[in-house]
């Protein structure tokens, strides 16, 4: 009975090593990040080489000039890049031949040297260390390179850290940012409330790739409610309704008060509607919408560009003044067109709803069901969608162009279009949409760029 004890407790313990061994984390660069990391990306080459349908051999055809360096770093495992409260900026990644990856470095131009079981290597603006199992890189000038080594020698050899940066990433997606708005480039620009500090707002935003898209999406955390009581959810009330297959249809739902403040916080904007309101009461028309509103463009012309908007109405009180507006034309009791800066605009209301054209050809269509337009899902918050196809056929010489390319052409016409959609106020998703599975287009281009 003894020996049998043993035996199990021997066969137990070499079953746990053998689990830990194939279940252990050896994602050893995310054990580098500071854990004052006030913004973080996090990219997994293997999940963005798959959802392209390809293998890391196929991207060192195009890659060739990087020599070793694919054999001397993991690209199984994610590439982490960082921000720190201390000034850090840098990029982690996982090791996977230290002896090539000194060799790669050299031939690059570094300055290396060995100390205390970490290679250094070095240029005018790069320090970087490394051991067996992870790479550190920071930006950094010749002048402020020595005084980074203490700090570096402690990342390598701390243990994993709770890096919020991190683990408040949300999404899904090869490629991962957590970061504060003050941190993306400057022309970047965010029409923030006068009390919101870009420090004080946090991107959380990945970028993903489906069957059949593209898909970019983002969420926004601010201690202030940044598009407080602007957007409610749609009904989908305007669904259907307008011209058929538009280039460009965007739909929200919201009331005329927000509408109002929102257009009068751009300079422009209230310029505008300081002049339209010498004419007609535009004020008092925008604040009778309360619900879903649809801009929708049907076709893609710059020279005459058509577009209508509609929007569900809470009363039609403004009617009552028609006969005081100025350089206005009354069709009928809730039809009229209006001169503006040289411009005509048709305008009215119809089953309830306010309808805003500039041709008579959009008025007419103005809330009558046509087959073939847009359902707009309802719940949203914003959903928005643009035609690809129709503003690929809209430039000839592209299309010439794209004769003589098969692969490039195929790569374009197998995109579908792009929506813009939030099912919460500070929630946004960007989609590519295609016809063809993402990597069977992907697979076409890289015959092409590899001639095979």
């Known amino acids: 009975m003894k020996k049998f004890i043993i035996a199990l407790v021997c066969l137990l313990l070499v079953g746990l090593g053998a689990y830990w061994f194939f279940h252990r984390d050896t994602d050893r660069a995310r054990d580098v990040v500071p854990e004052d990391a006030t913004s973080a990306i ?50 982690s990644l996982n090791v996977k031949d230290a002896k090539k990856l000194l060799e790669s470095a050299s031939s690059f ?22 051991d067996e199992d992870k790479l550190l890189i920071l930006n950094a000038p010749v002048t402020e390179q020595n005084a980074l080594r203490s700090e570096m020698e402690k990342l390598m050899s701390q243990s994993r ?14 490629l991962r940012l957590n970061t504060t708005l003050d941190k993306l480039p400057q022309d970047v620009n965010f029409n923030l409330p006068a009390n919101v500090k870009l420090s004080d707002v946090r991107l959380n935003a990945a970028l993903g790739i489906g069957k059949k898209d593209i898909t970019l999406s983002a969420s926004l955390q601010s201690p202030e409610p940044l598009m407080a009581n602007v957007m409610q959810p749609i009904k989908g009330n305007l669904s259907g309704m307008g011209p058929s297959a538009p280039v460009f249809w965007l739909c929200t739902s919201m009331k005329g008060e927000n509408l109002l403040e929102l257009l009068r916080s751009q300079p422009q904007l209230r310029t505008a509607l300081l002049g339209l309101n010498m004419a007609v009461d535009v004020d008092m028309m925008l604040k009778a919408i309360d619900g879903d509103i649809s801009i929708v463009v049907p076709k893609l012309d710059l020279k005459n560009p058509d577009v209508l908007l509609m929007a569900t109405l809470s009363n039609t009180e403004f009617l009552g003044n028609a006969d005081d507006w100025d350089n206005v034309t009354k069709i009928s009791p809730s039809d009229f067109i209006a001169a503006y800066e040289g411009t005509q605009t048709y305008f009215g209301v119809k089953n309830g709803l306010l309808y805003v054209a500039t041709s008579q050809q959009m008025a007419s269509q103005a809330a009558l069901q046509t087959v073939g337009a847009m359902d707009i899902p309802s719940g949203k918050f914003l959903y928005a969608s643009l035609n690809a196809g129709q503003i690929i056929k809209s430039y000839p010489g592209l299309t010439m162009m794209l ?27 960007l989609s590519l949409k295609t016809k063809k599975p993402v990597k069977d287009i992907i697979s076409n281009l890289v015959k092409l760029l590899t001639g095979k």
């Open 109 to 130: 131009g570094f300055a290396n040297e060995q100390k205390e079981g970490l290679n250094w290597v070095a240029n005018d603006n790069t320090i970087a260390c490394f």
């Open 161 to 174: 850290q709770d890096v919020p940066a991190l683990s408040d990433m949300k999404q899904d997606g090869f």
């Open 42 to 91: 996090m990219f997994q080459p293997a999940e963005f080489i798959e959802g392209l349908g390809l293998d890391l051999h196929d991207i060192l055809k195009l890659a060739s000039s990087y020599g070793d360096l694919d054999g001397a770093i993991d690209l199984t495992k994610p590439v982490y890049a960082f921000t720190s409260e201390k000034g850090l900026s840098g990029i």
């Open 403 to 429: 004769s003589v390319m098969p692969q490039v052409r195929d790569a374009v016409e197998a995109i579908d279009g792009v929506t813009i959609s939030a099912d919460a106020q500070q929630n946004f998703e």
